[in-house]
């Protein structure tokens, strides 16, 4: 067995804070938005991203795989989100066995109510702490180990290999 490749002291240090400023962050926003507009941030996910599409509906499946969790997991998640009327469930026309997940007036006006609020407090906590060059190196560095974990092909550039 390979001995370990410790991490030294300037990795650590960017490993430790990056984990603590990524719990820090994900507490307050979720603070905020359940102070603000009463959602949780799995509701907000939900409800964003039932918003940006074209019909505002999407398969469970399909919404699943955006948010990173288990179609069981969600599925529960949804039938609170409908008992509060945010969104509802309709059969899949094209498969009998899957769901889509439909947002209702009553989500759409929860999300828009609560969006301007959100994007403030990501601002405030994040963005607006950072130059204009490090928001744009955070988006480079965020979409490099998205595609190393999606699998996806990086344009990774030579210069930048250590």
Not at 21 to 31: I, P, S, T, V, W
Not at 105 to 112: N, Q, S, T
Not at 130 to 144: D, K, N
């Amino acid at each position: 067995m390979d001995e370990p490749r410790w991490l030294d002291e300037q990795e650590d240090r960017a490993w430790r804070g990056y984990r603590r400023m990524r719990r820090l962050l994900d507490l307050e926003l979720a603070r905020e938005l359940m102070q603000d507009a009463g959602l949780s941030e799995p509701d907000y996910d939900v409800l964003s991203d039932l918003s940006e599409t074209p019909e505002q509906r999407l398969r469970l499946s399909e919404l699943a795989d955006r948010m990173l969790w288990s179609r069981s997991r969600l599925s529960h998640h949804i039938s609170r989100m409908q008992q509060r009327g945010l969104v509802t469930r309709e059969e899949c026309a094209t498969d009998g066995r899957g769901s889509v997940v439909v947002l209702t007036p009553a989500g759409r006006k929860a999300v828009e109510a609560a969006a301007p609020g959100h994007v403030a407090a990501v601002r405030r906590h994040l963005i607006d702490r950072l130059t204009p060059a490090e928001v744009a190196a955070l988006g480079t560095l965020s979409q490099r180990v998205i595609d190393h974990l999606t699998g996806r092909p990086t344009g990774r550039p030579e210069a930048a290999e250590g």
